[in-house]
C-alpha cells in the first residue's frame, strides 16, 4: 500500500474546502472595503462642505436681515437625492452595471457627505466624534456577533421590519407635529432596530457569501461584485442610523 499516496487523497478535502472558504472571505471582505470607501468619501465631503462657506451658502436660505432662515432649493435637492439614489440601486440591481452600479454608489456617498454637513455645523466637534467612536463600537460587536453567531437570525426578519417600517412612519409623523420629547424616544428605538440590523444583515451577507461560493459557476463575477456594492450599502445604511440616532440622543448643540 502507498501510505503517500493516501496522505495525499486525506489531504485533499481540507484543500478544497480552504479554497471554498477563501471565496466567501473574499466576497466578504469587499463588502467592507466599499463600505470604508463610503464612509471616507462621506467624511470627506461632510468636512469639506462644512469648512467652505462659499459653497455652503448654495445650501442655505437666508432672510433679508443675512440670517440663515433654513435649506435653499438645492439644499433641499442634497438632502432627498440619496434617498432617491438608494431606490435607483435597489430597483434597477439587474439592469445596471457594475460600473453604472458603483458610479451611483459613490454617487450617493458623496451627496450623503453634503447633506451631512448641517450636522457639522449644528453640533459641536465633542458631539460628533464621540457619538462616531460609539457607533463605530457598537457596529463593530453586533458585526462580529452577526459573522460568529449559530443563531439563525433570519427567525427576526420580520420582527425587524414591521420595526423598522414603524420607525419611519413615526418619524414622518413627527415631522409634522414637531415633538422634541417624541424625537428623543425615536432615537433610543432608532439605535436599537439599526443595531439589530447590523448583526441581521452582516449574518444574511455570510450567507450570500458562501451562497456565491456554492454556485460559483452559475453567478458572474460582475453579478458577485454588484451584491458586495449592495452589502457595502446596508451596513452602511446600518452604521449611519446609528450614529445620527446616538447624535440625537447624546450631541450637543452649537
Do not use: H
Not at 502507498?2 to 477563501?22: F, H, L, S, T
Not at 462616531?132 to 443563531?151: C, Q, R, S
Not at 427576526?156 to 424625537?183: E, Y
Not at 443595531?195 to 444574511?204: C, E, G, I, M, W
Amino acid at each position: 500500500m502507498d501510505n503517500n499516496n493516501n496522505y495525499e487523497w486525506a489531504q485533499r478535502p481540507v484543500y478544497v474546502q480552504e479554497e471554498k472558504g477563501a471565496v466567501a472571505k473574499k466576497f466578504f471582505a469587499n463588502v467592507f472595503l466599499w463600505m470604508f470607501i463610503a464612509l471616507g468619501l462621506s467624511t470627506l465631503a461632510a468636512f469639506f462642505m462644512a469648512n467652505t462657506p462659499g459653497y455652503m451658502d448654495y445650501l442655505i436660505r437666508y432672510d433679508e436681515t443675512g440670517m440663515r432662515a433654513g435649506m435653499s432649493t438645492l439644499g433641499y435637492i442634497v438632502m432627498f437625492a440619496p434617498l432617491g439614489l438608494v431606490m435607483l440601486m435597489s430597483a434597477g440591481l439587474s439592469r445596471l452595471s457594475y460600473t453604472a452600479l458603483l458610479g451611483v454608489f459613490v454617487l450617493y456617498s458623496v451627496l450623503t457627505g453634503v447633506s451631512l454637513s448641517f450636522i457639522l455645523l449644528a453640533y459641536t466637534t465633542g458631539s460628533i466624534v464621540s457619538c462616531f467612536a460609539a457607533a463605530a463600537g457598537i457596529f463593530g460587536i453586533m458585526a462580529f456577533l452577526g459573522y460568529t453567531t449559530n443563531t439563525d437570525l433570519t427567525q427576526f426578519r420580520s420582527i425587524l421590519m414591521v420595526g423598522l417600517i414603524g420607525l419611519v412612519i413615526c418619524t414622518v409623523i413627527n415631522m409634522f407635529l414637531g415633538s422634541s420629547q417624541f424625537d428623543y424616544i425615536l432615537s433610543f428605538f432608532g439605535v436599537a432596530i439599526f443595531t439589530a440590523l447590523t448583526a441581521y444583515d452582516v449574518q444574511k451577507l455570510k450567507m450570500i457569501g458562501q451562497g456565491i461560493e456554492e454556485n460559483g459557476d452559475t453567478i458572474a463575477a460582475a453579478d458577485s461584485k454588484k451584491l458586495a456594492i449592495m452589502g457595502a450599502l446596508s451596513l452602511y445604511l446600518d452604521f449611519l442610523n446609528i450614529f445620527l440616532y446616538l447624535l440625537r440622543i447624546f450631541g450637543n448643540r452649537r
